[in-house]
């Protein structure tokens, strides 16, 4: 068969408007001669001749047999499905292995796994499954604080929580003998979970990135948080530049977030900042900012004087400011803030 053989819909069941009877399913022998019905179809009075006392067939029940079955096959054109029905299931000894059923709900299928399955899939009956189950449906992402209200059709959710990065450590100013190299700031931590029950309604707050400030060390970032079921604290604030004059000379670094708490796939430390390094008072490189788990932090600079980079990445830390013969003294850059993301499952 090919996909152009595919029948004409029907948009409209046959005798719509038309002189129709309502087909009864018990048999009207004894009832009403001649009439017809889904149990007997059409009576053996239809088939007796008028002469020998039959009945000629009434056209109202051709019209309404068709109607019937042209309404199913409507429905079906349109995609309709049908939910559980007891009284179906046991007029035909239950639904067979394979059979699809909607939710009472409209919003989902019920399949069947066992021939003659007469029990209620909504009402957790053995030998249901639902075949969606399982699948994402929505990513909520949450940059700024607020609450989590979970899509419809949610069953459980992987959160991923990072926290706030430092910022890069700021630098003082320096004589044309001397070189300052702040230090970047240390990636915010990471949690991970899995969640079948407590997440709707949960409180989200977003972990604000450290600032930087001039000729000093950084601030920390701040703890992200899903509820109380899954928190990750922020990193680090880099080290400020020293003035120095005593060359090669190391600033230290950023250490990076505590590790995540809650998580019930994965708790991570985030990543710390790179040291500064002064080898002379012209030459030197501030502090790369650390890495969060979803990237690299501010980007360092070399023999010049300027203020860190604010990182980009959430997450993420500020690169250290750098200070060179002369020069002023400079900002650290700003960490990046955290974030949540949820990911919805059926």
């Known amino acids: 068969m090919q996909s152009t053989n595919t029948p004409t819909k029907m948009p409209v069941p046959f005798a719509e408007s038309g002189t129709k009877n309502t087909v009864p399913i018990p048999s009207q022998i004894g009832i009403t001669p001649g009439a017809a019905s889904f149990t007997t179809g059409f009576p053996p009075l239809n088939f007796t001749p008028i002469l020998a006392g039959g009945v000629a067939p009434f056209g ?130 990471y949690a991970k979970s899995r969640l079948t029950t407590g997440f709707s309604g949960a409180t989200v707050t977003i972990g604000a990135g450290g600032a930087g400030v001039v000729s000093a060390g950084g601030g920390n970032g701040g703890t992200s948080s899903f509820g109380a079921l899954l928190s990750a604290p922020g990193g680090s604030g880099g080290t400020a530049g020293a003035v120095n004059g005593l060359f090669p000379s190391i600033a230290g670094n950023g250490p990076g977030g505590s590790v995540g708490v809650g998580g019930n796939i994965l708790n991570a430390m985030g990543s710390a900042g790179g040291s500064g390094f002064m080898n002379t008072a012209s030459t030197a490189i501030s502090g790369v900012g650390g890495a969060s788990v979803f990237g690299g932090g501010g980007g360092a600079f070399t023999n010049t004087t300027i203020n860190g980079a604010a990182a980009s990445t959430p997450g993420s830390g500020g690169s250290g400011a750098l200070t060179i013969a002369s020069g002023a003294g400079k900002t650290g850059g700003n960490g990046a803030a955290g974030i949540v993301i949820v990911y919805e499952y059926a």
């Open 60 to 189: 109202a029940d051709f019209n309404g047999v068709f109607n019937a079955i042209t309404q199913a096959l409507r429905w079906s054109n349109a995609g309709g499905q049908y939910v559980y029905d007891a009284t179906f299931a046991t007029a035909i000894g239950g639904y067979p292995k394979g059979a699809l059923v909607q939710r009472s709900t409209l919003d989902g299928f019920w399949l069947s796994t066992a021939d003659n399955n007469a029990t209620d899939p909504d009402a957790s009956g053995a030998g249901w499954t639902d075949p969606l189950s399982g699948r994402l449906i929505n990513v909520q992402t949450f940059t700024a604080s607020g609450t989590y209200t979970p899509t419809a059709g949610t069953k459980s959710v992987v959160v991923e929580v990072v926290g706030g990065g430092g910022a890069g450590g700021g630098t003082a100013t320096c004589t044309a003998s001397q070189a300052s190299a702040g230090a970047g700031g240390g990636g915010g931590g």
